[in-house]
């Protein structure tokens, strides 16, 4: 049975990026699989699973409250991909694939944001 959430488009990005996410910091050295690895996993998994809880809620106000923090974990998530793309963890192709869906789902959570906030 498919749940409400999985039929937002932008939870199925968020979710396909903490995929790529795991796949990529699995290749990290041993020591940073750990460090940064463990960082950027606890960045990237919060943007799916806040828009899941915020979908779980009954009020516009406490979803959108929500997707504010599932933007700050993108964000942060952001940072992360740049560190390991500047200590060599990750290609530049790689960083700037998974910046290109860090940018649509940043799109999609502030398009998401605007239509909630406007009570429609």
């Known amino acids: 049975m498919e749940n409400r959430f ?3 488009d932008v ?7 903490v995929l790529k996410i795991y796949k990529i ?10 460090r940064l690895g463990d960082q950027l996993r606890r ?3 919060p943007i799916p699973t806040n828009i899941v809880e915020g979908n779980s809620r009954a009020h516009k106000k406490e979803f959108t409250q929500f997707l504010y923090l599932a933007k700050s974990s993108l964000d942060e998530t952001k940072y992360h991909l740049l560190l390991a ?4 963890y ?12 860090c940018n649509k789902i940043g799109k999609m959570l502030s398009g998401l944001i605007r239509h909630l906030r ?3």
């Open 6 to 8: 999985e039929k937002l």
């Open 11 to 17: 939870w199925q990005y968020s979710h396909d990026l």
């Open 25 to 34: 910091t699995n290749k990290f050295p041993r020591e940073e699989k750990f």
């Open 43 to 45: 960045s990237a998994s």
């Open 85 to 88: 793309k500047d200590l060599g």
């Open 90 to 101: 990750i290609t530049d192709k790689t960083y700037d694939s998974l910046q290109e869906d």
């Open 118 to 120: 406007s009570g429609s």
